[in-house]
């Protein structure tokens, strides 16, 4: 009996190793998230002694030491920061119940659902930043099986699959994919509920899109390429009849967030007015875009690392052309929404490449071009090497990585 059973568990192994998608998402997850884990761990040990002068000139000297630190404080000084310092409130000591104002920043701006789940899982582990590490870590490796998958469902090749899921794992900025944040959980459903829909199971993308509404404020945004895909299928039977009903689940877990902020503040819109606190209006969305190009020798500013930033949101925009020239509504329609949105409320580009690297269709259209070897190698080196500098920016709290 004990031999059956573990030939039993051989055979599930090996089945599982089997399906591309899961190789493919293991291979890009483990070597992204090492890379960022080594960068980290090396960066936030590193210790500067004071300037030396000798005969070439001023130097620092530097050492580098793990054995007085452990990975977990680490890893627990930089999830407690930033965003992810307002999640983690959130979690611990749930939104703030008072008269709504703009005259200082509150958790009302970030969504609930992420905060919600990671509560849930840190009362059985007992430790909350840790809990939110591995928690996104494990939601975005699933997130990049989907993804394969997805590509796969639109017909594309096995090697395009490949591509979108190395591009996005190692994106610029893809350790916010593994911070106690709501980058993953966002990409798993968004991922989910249009995988779902080309599969035709309309009532499991509506519960995915809710779902993803609950988590950031774009998640309504998927009513849009769930209605274009849908419009072809429709017919008279009573099942499509049923079916379409299942679209209008998508805004209801905004709606469901706006109910209670509006129980606990008085205003419905507490999570979008709010933004004022962080110095964000509403405005034209080229209004970024003009600023950074007005001052090209800019490179960064306090927050805002504005050439990745304004780089990934062209990039966006131009992946939405891109998919407009190829009619497929859907994926131009979401893209194009999805980046023109935070665009139009905000002055500056900050977080936009945060922004960009959920937009699976711009993923997807990265891996097709990137068929070209050339390009593909290109992309690669690029995307290796900011991620590296981002990750030690990250480390050493320099304030572009947060944003």
């Not at 259209?365 to 900011?386: E, H, K």
Request: with cysteine; charged share 15%; aromatic share 14%.
């Amino acid at each position: 009996m004990p031999l059956t059973n573990h030939n039993g568990g051989n055979s599930i192994a090996n089945r599982l190793f089997k399906d591309p998608s899961i190789r493919s998402a293991l291979f890009s997850f483990t070597l992204t998230r090492l890379l960022i884990l080594f960068v980290v761990l090396l960066s936030a040990n590193m210790r500067f002694q004071p300037a030396v002068q000798d005969q070439f000139g001023d130097i620092h000297e530097s050492s580098i030491s793990l054995k007085n630190t452990r990975v977990t404080d680490v890893l627990t000084r930089l999830t407690s920061s930033a965003d992810s310092l307002w999640i983690l409130n959130i979690a611990r000591n749930g939104y703030e119940k008072e008269s709504f104002s703009t005259i200082q920043q509150r958790t009302w701006a970030y969504f609930p659902l992420y905060p919600v789940l990671l509560r849930a899982l840190s009362s059985l582990t007992g430790n909350l930043p840790i809990t939110g590490i591995v928690f996104s870590s494990l939601l975005f490796l699933f997130a990049l099986i989907v993804l394969y998958r997805l590509v796969i469902a639109f017909d594309y090749e096995p090697s395009d699959a490949e591509r979108a899921v190395f591009y996005v794992a190692a994106f610029p900025v893809s350790y916010f994919f593994s911070l106690a944040q709501t980058e993953s959980l966002f990409l798993l459903l968004t991922l989910g509920c249009i995988y779902a829909a080309r599969r035709q199971r309309w009532w499991l993308a509506g519960i995915c899109g809710a779902l993803a509404s609950a988590t950031r404020f774009a998640g309504v945004f998927l009513i849009l390429p769930l209605a274009l895909m849908y419009w072809p299928r429709g017919n008279k039977t009573s099942r499509i009849k049923a079916d379409v009903l299942s679209l209008l689940l998508v805004p209801f877990g905004l709606l469901a967030f706006m109910l209670y902020l509006k129980s606990i503040t008085g205003n419905a819109f507490a999570f979008a007015d709010i933004q004022l606190a962080w110095g964000h209006d509403a405005g034209f969305f080229w209004r970024p875009l003009m600023t950074f190009i007005r001052e090209l020798d800019l490179v960064s500013l306090n927050w805002d690392f504005r050439l990745l930033n304004f780089a990934a949101a062209v990039m966006a925009l131009v992946c939405g052309v891109v998919w407009l020239r190829r009619r497929a509504w859907a994926f131009a329609l979401y893209t194009l929404v999805s980046v023109l949105v935070p665009l139009s409320y905000q002055a500056g580009s900050q977080s936009l490449a945060r922004y960009v690297m959920v937009i699976f269709p711009v993923i997807i259209l990265l891996g097709i071009w990137g068929r070209s070897p050339r390009l593909d190698q290109t992309i690669r080196v690029i995307f290796i090497a900011l991620l590296s500098l981002m990750s030690a920016m990250l480390a050493v709290r320099v304030t572009l990585a947060f944003s």
